[in-house]
């Protein structure tokens, strides 16, 4: 099946089982905001707690911290979004459509690296065993010429980003003859630039002055803090601060679902080290949040390190964490030395000193940071785009079945086990809820006496339950109950008084966590 038509199918699943809405559905949605059904913000919660422990309760020198979405607008002058935040949009005249340049031309340089690829899958099959990749990449007629393509227009982008040239960009698009995906047309207009910050107004009287802003990072937040937590906690270098919470980007292309939302959340760390140490603490945040993602289990090979070309104004390195979504390897996690910009930054618009007394070194000096910034919306599509399975399972009487099975890894699945009476009768609905009276308190249990056990098996695939507990007429006689797993559909039959142990060491974070 084509990867857009498993998407397509992820949306659909999505809502049908209670994990994505589109937002205000009744008014027929608002484009690229979306709600979290029950099942979704139990993952969600999951998620965060993941990246929670994973900074505040693992380290020491992590602290947290909730800042407000609204700031004082000066805070955005200072981190350079009222000036900078931008992104250079064009429209095609014949559709209307408005689509980012960069994103047009970079889409066009993937479309010519699959024309390569295409060369290399039929070469493959032409020559056989005998066939060498890079022999036939460096000689091939068709890939030169693909590849120069790629290199001339990948060098005259990145001069046009360099430099702000919206004039080069365009004609980079009209050059290549990049048509417009919905008329098909090159009728375009100058390519402008837009800021992404939503603006509202403080207070009764509406004026330019009372003008602020909805935060699009949570990150500043936390650089306004440092001083109020490096103080109040005693902190000594190095150590960070970490964040979850909602940003807001008026974004022109938003499409791809949860990829880009107008409102989404954030899990920023902020780290403070000493000047000269960031090249050290870069590799270790890297290393550390690419752990973090493998723990989980979803396949290592999906994940790849992109390195920055063009580096944000403020940022000494910079590399992104891609992971290999339905559709291509996009970023997921953004891993940045921003160098001592934020806070010289906020130093100099507010001027008040945001420095730290070296002890060691008898010194005061503005730190200089480490960011790790992921999107909680993303993690939640990149783990559900892989867990959703569509499975054909051989009965006993030979015929087919089918299942559609989400594999959330079970330390973050919502619900962690169901509890199914085989029949409604003969006390076995008594010994189940008797059974979820006891676990409720460490796990999410759902019960669940309608329909056949086998229906019933297929429902908490589709919501992505790792276990289903039975609960037959042996369980009275004998205490025991049967426990199937959602993957491997094997099932075990084990005492009652073992349940929660068993379950524990199942569904732990602690597993993740250890492997970090
Ligand atoms: P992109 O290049 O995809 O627009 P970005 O480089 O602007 O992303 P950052 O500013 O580095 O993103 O933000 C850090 C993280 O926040 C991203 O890696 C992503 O997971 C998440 N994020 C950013 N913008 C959005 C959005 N519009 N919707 C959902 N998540 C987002």
Redo the contacts with the bound molecule.
Sequence with gaps: MAQEEVFKKLIAHSKEYGYIFPSSEIYDGLSAVYDYGQYGVELKKNIKEYWWNSMVLLNENIVGLDSSIFMHPTVWKASGHVGAFNDPLIDNKDSKKRYRADVLIEEYREKLAAKIEKEVTKAKKRFGDSFDREQFVATNGRVLGYQKQIDELTQRFQTALENDDLVELKQIIVDAGIVCPVSGSKNWTDVRQFNLMFETKLGSVSSDANTIYLRP?TAQGIFVNFLNVQKSGRMKLPFGIAQIGKAF?N?IVARQFI???RE?E?MEMQFFVRPGDEMKWFKHWKEKRMNWHKAMGLGEEKYRYHDHDKLAHYANAATDIEFKFPFGFK????IHSRTDFDLSSHQEFSGKKLQYFDAELNKNYVPYVIET???V??TFLMILANSYTEEKIEKENGKIDERVVLKIPAALAPVKLAVLPLVKKDGLPEAAKSIINDLKFDFNCQYDEKDSIGRRYRRQDAIGTPFCITIDHETIESQTVTIRDRDTMNQERVPISELRTILSEKVSMRKLLEAI
């Design positions: 990072e980007r974004e990829f880009r939302m989404f954030q970023e997921v996690e953004g910034s992921i999107g919306d993303r």
